[in-house]
């Protein structure tokens, strides 16, 4: 029987449950010391004197590093034109080395200590004096001045058809909206951690990280020591979400106080931490503008969106990628601009640019659709394509918006809805519902994989690969086992370790497709020697084959282990990562259903049902699968209706940095949420498989704000959605 597409338990999960399963913080080396940084008070500006004194007096404490005093490190990429070690390096700062601030919570000391209580109570003894630099900080002043996003074949700079502008006033129905998102921050269940380990010029680092390989490839280039000096270990990661993927302070200093202590050193940040040296989720400003005939077909598109960065780097968003390929529009426009602030850097985070950028879109084809007085839907599937709209001609590998959206009206009952806004009410709730699309391309990265069939009837997979929560190991299993067509028993992987063959990110979505790719054809390869070995030992099962051949084990291999080779499969990365490279535009897709109840005195909104209907192509675990689109489902609420990082305008300070102030979905505020797929296998992808980690999360904000129009009459144009802007 095959196991692809059973809701198998994750294999992880007993070890998990049980606490057996250790997380970075929790690996210990005899002499192990704790680390804690201290941060700058100012956005911008110099170090003119740093009190260590009361700091180095703290019984228990080692070392307290700064730039004064902390072993030397080799610069980091400088930020610019786009290249892959920017992308991974966080930041441009090198920490430790200079008495120069770049942003409000920049770490400018490294206490080292025997405990972490000695650790914190000296960090705060630490007092800086600075002189201070003129600084920008506030985004919707700074938004004003936006330039356009640097163009390169990685992040466009957007796209065009036709002469949108002009379509747009001659347009027989138009809009031209404006739409705003604030700031978010990363808050996964584990926080970034590290433990750092030297034996000569040989590193071991214990990390939280979704992006194995490119840290050990960033900490040989900042340390200056051979790749192969240095091994980076991740097997359980407790969340991620796009903020564990490039290389923050903690990562570097852990192993540059390890350097300086010859001790090994643990470094986990606070909350606080978090949000001062860990980059988010870019705010934006964005125009929708829609022109549309009667009949409610458009012929014009604009979406324009401002995102920030910081001086020392960040990375640009997408936010108008869902633009180009959702509608057919005669004529449409897609622009990035951005302000670069003295800020942190921005990072990726779950569905960077498609998140928001969907929030905005499908808002304003809700609000042409009122303006037209037509169903959402029908509006719709009116501007339907089978080809990318911007091009005219690329075709889609895989698109079934007009069947999920049939079958979700049908689950959610659409067809029962009052088309009036503020016309369902069950005593004091106004009651709306509300739809959006969902969108996130799929893509694919070359990865290293090692497949070994022993005669026992065992399988080992070896790939260093993440897990993070999403059951990666389990659906690798559950591919081996039937590529090979063995029990799911007898297959184990081996993943989070770069000592193994290289594995792609985490991140994307992209990770369990890519390394599919790869299993399957180190299958395949492994069953040609198996075929080979039978014709001179007389055939039967997989162990009666190997046992006559007296040999313990076969084997099969993708990808090279050297330098060379892994230089090469980066060159291979890019056309297999660029949806305007491919061939066919790849991407999964869904259609989210909301109904909202809306407190008409107060103004409290609940989502109280959700309905989500996703092509997410085939589907290796039907349990794991559910879990993630609704977890991105969640965090979409967050996003619509309490998420917002507060940036002191003056300063550049976060005002709410934990969780008692940013305030994310609790399980009161998490509906019923009925979440299916159509498992129909894309015939262009590894296969068929689309990715269901981020197409979750889209749509979300939209479909709610949506629902919350519907209940009462109120357009909110500027998330979260909070009671005040609906009173």
Request: hydrophobic share 45%; with cysteine; proline share 6%.
């Given at each position: 029987?095959?196991?692809?597409?059973?809701?198998?338990?994750?294999?992880?999960?007993?070890?998990?449950?049980?606490?057996?399963?250790?997380?970075?913080?929790?690996?210990?080396?005899?002499?192990?010391?704790?680390?804690?940084?201290?941060?700058?008070?100012?956005?911008?500006?110099?170090?003119?004197?740093?009190?260590t004194?009361?700091?180095?007096?703290?019984?228990?404490?080692?070392?307290?590093?700064?730039?004064?005093n902390?072993?030397?490190?080799?610069?980091?990429?400088?930020?610019?034109?786009?290249?892959?070690?920017?992308?991974?390096?966080?930041?441009?700062?090198?920490?430790?080395?200079?008495?120069?601030?770049?942003?409000?919570?920049?770490?400018?000391?490294?206490?080292?200590?025997?405990?972490?209580?000695?650790?914190?109570?000296?960090?705060?003894?630490?007092?800086?004096?600075?002189?201070?630099?003129?600084?920008?900080?506030?985004?919707?002043?700074?938004?004003?001045?936006?330039?356009?996003?640097?163009?390169?074949?990685?992040?466009?700079?957007?796209?065009?058809?036709?002469?949108?502008?002009?379509a747009?006033?001659?347009?027989?129905?138009?809009?031209?909206?404006?739409?705003?998102?604030?700031?978010?921050?990363?808050?996964?269940?584990?926080?970034?951690?590290?433990?750092?380990?030297?034996?000569?010029?040989?590193?071991?680092?214990?990390?939280?990280?979704?992006?194995?390989?490119?840290?050990?490839?960033?900490?040989?280039?900042?340390?200056?020591?051979?790749m192969?000096?240095?091994?980076?270990?991740?097997?359980?990661?407790?969340?991620?979400?796009?903020?564990?993927?490039?290389?923050?302070?903690?990562?570097?200093?852990?192993?540059?106080?390890?350097?300086?202590?010859?001790?090994?050193?643990?470094?986990?940040?606070?909350?606080?931490?978090?949000?001062?040296?860990?980059?988010?989720?870019?705010?934006?400003?964005?125009?929708v503008?829609?022109?549309?005939?009667?009949?409610?077909?458009?012929?014009?598109?604009?979406?324009?969106s401002?995102?920030?960065?910081?001086?020392?780097?960040?990375?640009?968003?997408?936010?108008?990628?869902?633009?180009?390929?959702?509608?057919?529009?005669?004529?449409?426009?897609?622009?990035?601009?951005?302000v670069?602030?003295d800020?942190?850097?921005?990072?990726f985070?779950r569905?960077?640019?498609?998140?928001?950028?969907?929030?905005?879109?499908?808002?304003a084809?809700?609000?042409?659709?009122?303006?037209?007085?037509?169903?959402?839907?029908?509006?719709?599937?009116?501007?339907?394509t089978?080809?990318?709209?911007?091009?005219?001609?690329?075709?889609?590998?895989?698109?079934?918006?007009?069947?999920?959206?049939?079958?979700?009206?049908?689950?959610?009952?659409?067809?029962?809805?009052?088309?009036?806004?503020?016309?369902?009410?069950?005593?004091?709730?106004?009651?709306?519902?509300?739809?959006?699309?969902?969108?996130?391309?799929?893509?694919?990265?070359?990865?290293?994989v090692?497949?070994?069939?022993?005669?026992?009837?065992?399988?080992?997979?070896?790939?260093?690969?993440?897990?993070?929560?999403?059951?990666?190991?389990?659906?690798?299993?559950?591919?081996?086992?039937?590529?090979?067509?063995?029990?799911?028993?007898?297959?184990?992987?081996?993943?989070?370790?770069?000592?193994?063959?290289?594995?792609?990110?985490?991140?994307?979505?992209?990770?369990?497709?890519?390394?599919?790719?790869?299993?399957?054809?180190?299958?395949?390869?492994?069953?040609?020697?198996?075929?080979?070995m039978?014709r001179?030992?007389?055939?039967?099962?997989?162990?009666?084959i190997?046992?006559?051949?007296?040999?313990?084990?076969?084997?099969?291999?993708?990808?090279s282990?050297?330098r060379?080779?892994?230089?090469?499969?980066?060159?291979?990365?890019?056309?297999?990562?660029?949806?305007?490279?491919?061939?066919?535009?790849?991407?999964?897709?869904?259609?989210?259903?909301?109904?909202?109840?809306?407190?008409?005195?107060?103004?409290?909104?609940?989502?109280?049902?959700?309905?989500?209907?996703?092509?997410?192509?085939?589907?290796?675990?039907?349990?794991?699968?559910?879990?993630?689109?609704?977890?991105?489902?969640?965090?979409?609420?967050?996003?619509?209706?309490?998420?917002?990082?507060?940036?002191?305008?003056?300063?550049?300070?976060?005002?709410?940095?934990?969780?008692?102030?940013?305030?994310?979905?609790?399980?009161?505020d998490?509906?019923?949420?009925?979440?299916?797929?159509?498992?129909?296998?894309?015939?262009?992808?590894?296969?068929?498989?689309?990715?269901?980690?981020?197409?979750?999360?889209?749509?979300?904000?939209?479909?709610?704000?949506?629902?919350?129009?519907?209940?009462?009459?109120?357009?909110?144009?500027?998330?979260?959605?909070?009671?005040?802007?609906?009173?």
């Open positions: 029987m095959t196991t692809i597409g059973q809701p198998l338990d994750r294999v992880d999960g007993g070890v998990k449950t049980t606490g057996a399963a250790k997380f970075a913080a929790e690996h210990f080396y005899p002499g192990l010391t704790h680390a804690v940084m201290v941060h700058a008070t100012i956005s911008r500006g110099r170090i003119t004197a740093l009190h004194d009361e700091a180095s007096a703290v019984p228990g404490v080692i070392a307290v590093l700064t730039h004064r902390a072993p030397p490190l080799k610069p980091a990429p400088k930020p610019g034109t786009f290249n892959f070690s920017m992308l991974f390096s966080g930041t441009s700062v090198n920490y430790l080395q200079t008495d120069e601030v770049h942003w409000e919570g920049q770490p400018i000391a490294v206490v080292v200590a025997e405990t972490s209580a000695a650790a914190r109570e000296a960090a705060g003894l630490v007092h800086a004096e600075y002189t201070v630099t003129k600084a920008v900080v506030d985004f919707d002043v700074a938004a004003k001045d936006a330039r356009p996003q640097p163009n390169n074949s990685f992040f466009p700079q957007g796209a065009k058809r036709g002469d949108a502008e002009a747009l006033k001659a347009a027989a129905v138009s809009l031209d909206l404006r739409y705003s998102t604030p700031p978010h921050n990363h808050n996964a269940l584990e926080l970034h951690a590290t433990v750092a380990l030297w034996d000569g010029d040989r590193l071991t680092i214990h990390d939280a990280t979704q992006s194995i390989d490119w840290f050990r490839t960033h900490l040989a280039l900042r340390f200056g020591v051979p192969t000096n240095v091994r980076v270990l991740a097997p359980f990661v407790g969340g991620a979400f796009g903020g564990k993927f490039a290389m923050w302070p903690g990562t570097i200093l852990a192993a540059l106080a390890a350097r300086a202590t010859s001790r090994p050193v643990r470094l986990v940040l606070s909350r606080e931490a978090v949000y001062r040296t860990v980059g988010g989720r870019t705010p934006s400003v964005q125009r503008a829609l022109g549309a005939d009667r009949d409610g077909r458009l012929t014009s598109l604009v979406h324009t401002v995102t920030r960065n910081g001086r020392i780097g960040g990375n640009y968003e997408q936010v108008t990628g869902p633009a180009q390929h959702l509608y057919a529009a005669e004529n449409i426009l897609a622009r990035h601009d951005r670069e602030l800020l942190l850097s921005t990072t985070m569905a960077p640019g498609e998140a928001i950028g969907t929030f905005a879109l499908e808002s084809i809700d609000e042409l659709a009122y303006a037209l007085g037509m169903d959402p839907i029908e509006l719709r599937m009116r501007n339907e089978a080809v990318d709209p911007i091009d005219g001609k690329k075709k889609f590998s895989h698109r079934r918006l007009r069947e999920m959206y049939a079958l979700g009206a049908q689950r959610f009952g659409w067809q029962e809805r009052n088309p009036e806004a503020r016309a369902t009410r069950d005593g004091r709730w106004l009651v709306g519902t509300g739809v959006a699309t969902a969108f996130h391309p799929a893509l694919t990265m070359p990865v290293n090692a497949v070994r069939l022993s005669a026992g009837g065992s399988v080992l997979v070896r790939c260093g690969f993440h897990e993070m929560g999403m059951g990666a190991a389990t659906a690798q299993a559950q591919i081996t086992a039937d590529a090979l067509g063995v029990p799911f028993d007898a297959v184990h992987v081996e993943y989070g370790d770069s000592a193994l063959p290289m594995g792609p990110a985490a991140a994307s979505s992209l990770q369990t497709a890519s390394i599919a790719a790869s299993v399957i054809q180190a299958c395949d390869e492994l069953k040609r020697k198996l075929k080979a039978a001179k030992t007389g055939g039967g099962s997989h162990e009666e190997l046992r006559r051949a007296k040999v313990p084990h076969v084997e099969a291999a993708v990808g282990e050297t060379l080779g892994r230089i090469a499969g980066r060159a291979r990365f890019l056309p297999g990562f660029l949806l305007g490279a491919q061939r066919w535009v790849k991407a999964a897709s869904g259609v989210q259903f909301c109904e909202v109840r809306v407190d008409a005195e107060t103004g409290e909104t609940r989502v109280s049902r959700w309905v989500g209907v996703f092509d997410i192509g085939r589907v290796i675990n039907a349990k794991t699968a559910s879990s993630q689109l609704r977890g991105g489902i969640v965090m979409g609420l967050g996003m619509a209706m309490a998420e917002e990082t507060l940036v002191d305008p003056r300063t550049g300070r976060i005002m709410n940095p934990s969780l008692a102030e940013y305030h994310v979905p609790v399980h009161a998490v509906p019923p949420i009925d979440v299916s797929f159509l498992n129909e296998p894309d015939p262009n992808m590894p296969l068929g498989i689309l990715g269901a980690g981020e197409v979750g999360i889209t749509g979300v904000a939209a479909a709610v704000a949506n629902a919350v129009h519907h209940a009462t009459g109120k357009r909110v144009r500027d998330l979260p959605i909070t009671l005040d802007k609906l009173l």
